[in-house]
C-alpha cells in the first residue's frame, strides 16, 4: 500500500465518522453542534443537567427567531425607496392649455336633431311639476299626453313609485304596474315631484329576457330629469357623422375674442381643434403639433397666456347643461386632456387667474413599487394614442369591456377598431347593458383597477386659482363696446358681460421641483446589515453560514436518500428470493454485518467495530498466534569486532 494511503487509513481509523459518512440524523447533529462556530449549538450538547441545556436550548432559538425577524426587515427595508426633492430655477416649457365651452354645440344649429326629444322633456316638466314655458302651473292630463305621442317615453318610460312600493305608475300612460328591479343605481332617495311620498324613477330591462330589469332612482328631480335626456341625447349624437358634428359646435373664431401670451399678441393659428363626444370643439394652445413648445422665462400673470373667451349664453341648450362658462385643463403635450374628470370650470363676468406651479416625479418600478413605465407591460390597447397614464388605461379597458359585452362603444370615449357607437336603432339593449356594466366597473367588479396601473414618471401642474369681478363698473360701457366692434363682423347684437369670460394661466415662479425615488438600501449594505445580525445574536459569518447550509441540507438528505436506498435495495432483494423459493442464507449478502446500514461507510473497520461483526459459520475462534522468535533475535550494530575485545577473548 502507498505511504499516502496508508496515512489516509489510519487517519479514518483514528478520526470519528463525520458529515454525510454519519449514519443517523441525530449522530450528524451532534457532529455538527460539538464542530460549529456558533457557540449556542455547541453549549446545547457539553453541558450537564437538563436545566443548564434546556436554557442553552431556550436561548439559541430565541437567538434564531430573532435572526430571522430582524433579516426579514432589513430584507423589507431593502425594497423600499426613499424620496428626494430637487428644486432649480430655470426656463421652463409652457404646458398645454386645453379650453372648452360647457355647452358642446350650438343649440340653435342643433334644433333640427333635438326638436322632438325637447318636446317631450318639455311635457314631461308640466305632468312632474305643473309648469311650462308662459303658462300657469297646471299640469298636463294623461290623456292629452297620449294623443299627442311619445316616442322618447316608450324606450325609456319615466315612472312614479309611491311609499318605496315595487308598484309603479308610468307617467305617459297612466297606468300602475308592478316594478321587478334587482339594481338600484344612483340613489333611492325621495325625488319630490309635487307630493312628498313620489319618488321618480325610469327602468332599464334587458331586451332579450324582460324578466331581468334594474330600476334607476335620483336624489333630485333635476339629476332625473338630465340623465334621462342625456340618454336619448347621446342616441342622437352617435348617429351624427363626426364631420357635422364639428360644424355643428363652435370655431375657433367663435370662441376666442383677445389673445396674448409673454406679452405679445397671439391667435387662432397658435391653437390646434380636437373634437371631444362630450364638450364638442375644443381648442389646445401650445399643444407643439408644429414641433415648436413654447416656454417662458419669467413668472407672473403678465408673462402667461391672457385670452378673453366669448360663451354667448344665450345659445345653450338649457336641458343639457345648467351652468354657464369653460372648461380648461393644464397638461402636457404628450397627455390626453381629460376635460369631463379634471377640468377646472370659469364663470362668465369675471376674470380668472390660475398660477402654477411645475412638478416632475419619478418613481421607482418594480420590485420597488408596482407601476408601469410606458404602459407596454399592460394588456390593455391605448385608444388615446398619447402616453400612458392611469386614466386612459381605465377609460379603455372600460370601453373594451363595452364592446365586447354590448356589441357597441360607449359615446363619451374613443371608437375601438371595428366597433362602432351605441344607439337603440341598432342597439336596442345597450342602455342596459351600459349601465349593469357599469355598475360593476365602480364596484371594481370588472378588473381594470387590477389590471391598470400608475405611470411611473409624469408632469403636474399645480393649479391656485383666484377670481375677481370683470369688467369692472366704470369700465364695463367701453369694453363691451369696443369688444361688440371687434366682433361686430360675426355678430349683429352688443355684447353683454354675462357672454364673456377673462382667463389668465401663468407660472406663479420658475422653481421646477422633481420628486424622485432612490433606492433606500444597496446590496452591500444589505449583506452588512446580515453580517452585523448573525454575528451580534449567533456569533457567526458567512463560513458558518455555507456550514449550516451544507450540514443542514446537503448531509441531512444524502443521509436520508441513503436510507431510502438500502431499504429500497433490501425489499428488492426479498421480492427476488420470494420468487425463487430460496431460503435465506446466513451467507447471504444482506445479511452480513458489514452491509448493516448503521455500519456502512467508506472507513475500514476499528477494532471496537470488528469485534461485533458477526463471525462466518465453521470458523474457528480467532485465537493468540505464537510469537515470532526470529524477531528475538539480537543483531550487532558493528560489522567488525574490536581489537581489545579479541585481546580479551584470548586470554
Keep these: 500500500m502507498a505511504p499516502g494511503k496508508k496515512i489516509t487509513a489510519r487517519l479514518k481509523r483514528t478520526l470519528p465518522v463525520k458529515g454525510p459518512q454519519a449514519p443517523t440524523l441525530s449522530e450528524l447533529m451532534r457532529w455538527y453542534c460539538l464542530n460549529t462556530n456558533t457557540h449556542g449549538c455547541r453549549r446545547i450538547v457539553v453541558s450537564r443537567g437538563r436545566l443548564r441545556r434546556f436554557i442553552w436550548i431556550l436561548l439559541t432559538l430565541s437567538a434564531v427567531g430573532l435572526i430571522l425577524w430582524q433579516c426579514a426587515e432589513l430584507l423589507m427595508n431593502y425594497y423600499s425607496a426613499s424620496v428626494s426633492v430637487t428644486v432649480q430655477f430655470q426656463k421652463l416649457p409652457f404646458p398645454a392649455v386645453t379650453i372648452c365651452n360647457i355647452n358642446p354645440y350650438k343649440y340653435s344649429s342643433m334644433k333640427d336633431y333635438l326638436s322632438e326629444l325637447d318636446k317631450e322633456t318639455k311635457k314631461a316638466l ?52 308592478k316594478i321587478e328591479g334587482s339594481v338600484f343605481h344612483k340613489d333611492s332617495s325621495i325625488v319630490n315631484s309635487g307630493d312628498s311620498n313620489d319618488i321618480i324613477g325610469f327602468q332599464l330591462c334587458d331586451a332579450n329576457n324582460s324578466s331581468e330589469c334594474a330600476l334607476y332612482t335620483f336624489s333630485s328631480g333635476v339629476n332625473a330629469i338630465q340623465e334621462w335626456y342625456k340618454l336619448h341625447y347621446m342616441n342622437i349624437m352617435a348617429q351624427i357623422p363626426l364631420e357635422t358634428k ?69 345659445d345653450y341648450n338649457p336641458f343639457l347643461v345648467t351652468s354657464t362658462g369653460a372648461k380648461i385643463i393644464v397638461h402636457d403635450q404628450n397627455e390626453y386632456p381629460f376635460i369631463e374628470d379634471i377640468g377646472t370650470e370659469i364663470e362668465t363676468a369675471a376674470a380668472t387667474s390660475i398660477g402654477m406651479h411645475f412638478t416632475r416625479s419619478r418613481k421607482l418600478s418594480k420590485p420597488y413599487s408596482d407601476c408601469t413605465e410606458t404602459g407596454a407591460d399592460i394588456p390593455v390597447e391605448n385608444l388615446y394614442n398619447k402616453s400612458y397614464s392611469l386614466q386612459i388605461c381605465l377609460h379603455s379597458c372600460f370601453q373594451k369591456a363595452m364592446v365586447d359585452s354590448c356589441g357597441c362603444a360607449q359615446y363619451a370615449q374613443p371608437l375601438p377598431a371595428g366597433a362602432e357607437y351605441c344607439n337603440y336603432k341598432k342597439n336596442p339593449n345597450w342602455m342596459y347593458c351600459y349601465y349593469r356594466l357599469h355598475e360593476k366597473f365602480v364596484k371594481e367588479q370588472l378588473g381594470c383597477q387590477q389590471i391598470c396601473k400608475d405611470a411611473c414618471s409624469f408632469k403636474e401642474w399645480a393649479l ?71 454575528g451580534l445574536w449567533m456569533s457567526c459569518s458567512v463560513v458558518c453560514v455555507i456550514e449550516i447550509v451544507e450540514v443542514f441540507f446537503i448531509d441531512s438528505l444524502s443521509i436520508v436518500m441513503r436510507r431510502q436506498w438500502q431499504k429500497a435495495k433490501k425489499w428488492w432483494n426479498d421480492r427476488k428470493r420470494d420468487r425463487s423459493g430460496k431460503p435465506p442464507q446466513a451467507g ?37 498466534p505464537p510469537p515470532n522468535y526470529s524477531t528475538l533475535r539480537l543483531e550487532t550494530a558493528f560489522t567488525e569486532q574490536l581489537p581489545d575485545t579479541l585481546e580479551v577473548g584470548q586470554h
Design 464 to 534: 391656485t386659482t383666484s377670481i375677481a369681478q370683470w369688467p369692472s363698473t366704470v369700465s364695463e360701457d367701453w369694453m363691451l363696446r369696443v369688444l361688440s366692434w371687434d366682433k361686430g363682423q360675426k355678430i349683429n347684437k352688443k355684447l353683454n358681460k354675462t357672454d364673456l369670460a377673462n382667463l389668465m394661466v401663468f407660472y406663479k415662479d420658475l422653481n421646477e421641483r422633481f420628486i424622485s425615488e432612490n433606492p433606500a438600501n444597496t446590496l452591500v449594505i444589505l449583506l452588512s446589515n446580515f453580517g452585523g445580525q448573525l
Design 246 to 314: 364639428e360644424k355643428l359646435s363652435y370655431s375657433a373664431d367663435d370662441l376666442l375674442l383677445t389673445c396674448f401670451f409673454d406679452g405679445l399678441s397671439c391667435d387662432k393659428r397658435h391653437f390646434s381643434r380636437f373634437h371631444h363626444p362630450l364638450h364638442g370643439n375644443c381648442y389646445t394652445f401650445n399643444s407643439g403639433e408644429n414641433g415648436t413648445i413654447l416656454s417662458t422665462s419669467t413668472g407672473g400673470s403678465e408673462y402667461g397666456l391672457q385670452v378673453v373667451l366669448y360663451i354667448d349664453e344665450a
Design 126 to 177: 308640466e305632468t312632474f311639476y305643473g309648469f311650462s314655458e308662459g303658462k300657469s302651473k297646471v299640469r298636463r292630463s294623461v290623456d292629452e299626453w297620449n294623443s299627442t305621442g311619445s316616442h322618447f317615453f316608450k324606450q325609456i318610460p319615466l315612472l312614479k313609485f309611491e311609499d318605496f312600493s315595487k308598484t309603479a305608475t308610468d307617467l305617459r300612460s297612466g297606468q300602475k304596474r
Design 588 to 624: 447471504d449478502p444482506e445479511r452480513q454485518g458489514h452491509d448493516n446500514p448503521v455500519c456502512i461507510d467508506e472507513d475500514l473497520p476499528t477494532f471496537n467495530t470488528a469485534l461485533r461483526l458477526p463471525l462466518p459459520q465453521d470458523s474457528p475462534l480467532p485465537r493468540t
